[in-house]
């Protein structure tokens, strides 16, 4: 299952929105561009940060750049604001892909749609982002409904989905969707506590759905970028190295997963993993969790980037 992955020269990543802000933290440099809260030089612009993911990859070759939507945060709005906030050109996005269907990746997804301007424009997804009911189990007597995601959503928000399992070249091949992961690792199994209920039967949510995008930065190798990584992030990457051919990992980005009760092994594990692949940025977002994110930092401090609401990652050949 080979794929032709071109290589670009730069390669860029702004978070639209992420869990995290702070917008004095003076760490500028050539990889890493944070959210100003100015507007025509006063302190009065601010950037929001929520429970959820939205990020524009941006892929250069030459003197021809092309931007992707990947994910649009959790609230309706929260998305639309930081892109408004921080004067992006959303109308310059040519496709858009979802990395799997919880509320916390898909809510502002209208709104978005509405700035990008695009009626019809591609949304790829696998085919589970439509199941349900999905819920969190915190006991048997309580379980949190976690809204589902349809096609007549998609639809009604402008957007035409393309559904693979596949991975699927976007940008003419300069970025490609993973499609459905493998589960390889013995490690990462997944929440325990999210649940899904098939032919009448509650079993835990496989989240098959869980997917990431990933480019190729010249001379410098992979850039994988995942939404919440349920398939596991080394999983994850080590699908990215064999389907690309590509053995070099120059970052890894996204949400990592690795919060709760059963996590502790999982990190360590994790970041075992990490030292093995030896990827020159690792860059934790979302719902990695907290604890998870320090020891990241802790074991690796000189691969390790703080991510935010606002931040722009630039990646150059």
């Known amino acids: 299952m080979g794929i032709q992955l071109k290589q670009q020269d730069k390669i860029e990543i702004l978070t639209l929105i992420d869990n995290y802000i702070d917008l004095v933290p003076a760490d500028n440099s050539t990889v890493v561009q944070r959210a100003m809260p100015l507007k025509n030089m006063e302190v009065r612009n601010s950037i929001l940060a929520e429970h959820g993911f939205s990020s524009m990859v941006t892929a250069t070759d030459g003197d021809q750049s092309r931007s992707l939507l990947f994910d649009f945060g959790f609230s309706e709005h929260g998305v639309a604001f930081n892109a408004e906030a921080l004067g992006v050109d959303m109308k310059s996005v040519q496709i858009m892909a979802l990395s799997h269907g919880h509320l916390d990746h898909v809510g502002g997804l209208s709104k978005v749609s509405e700035l990008v301007g695009k009626k019809g424009i591609k949304l790829v997804v696998h085919p589970d982002v439509f199941i349900g009911p999905r819920f969190a189990k915190i006991s048997d007597d309580l379980k949190l409904t976690m809204p589902s995601f349809s096609v007549k959503q998609a639809e ?3 957007v035409s989905p393309v559904v693979t399992r596949e991975p699927y070249g976007m940008l003419e091949d300069t970025v490609f969707f993973l ?5 390889e690792t013995d490690f990462e199994k997944g929440a325990a506590n999210l649940r899904c209920v098939e032919d009448g039967v509650e079993k835990q949510d496989p989240i098959m759905d869980d997917t990431a995008i990933i480019a190729h930065l010249k001379g410098k190798g992979l850039i994988v970028l995942s939404g919440c990584a349920h398939s596991g992030i080394i999983n994850t990457v080590r ?5 690309s051919g590509i053995e070099h990992v120059h970052a890894v980005m ?3 997963h690795l919060s709760g009760p059963e996590a502790d092994s999982v990190v360590e594990n994790t ?9 020159d940025y690792i860059i934790p977002t979302h719902c990695t969790g907290r604890k998870a994110v320090m020891k990241i930092e802790e074991a690796l401090p000189e691969k390790f980037i703080l991510n935010m609401a606002g931040t722009k990652l630039t990646f150059a050949a």
């Open 156 to 158: 009604a928000a402008g």
């Open 179 to 183: 499609g459905e992961i493998p589960r």
């Open 239 to 243: 699908f990215a190295q064999k389907i």
């Open 254 to 256: 996204g949400g990592f």
């Open 271 to 279: 970041i075992k993993s990490f030292k093995e692949i030896n990827p």
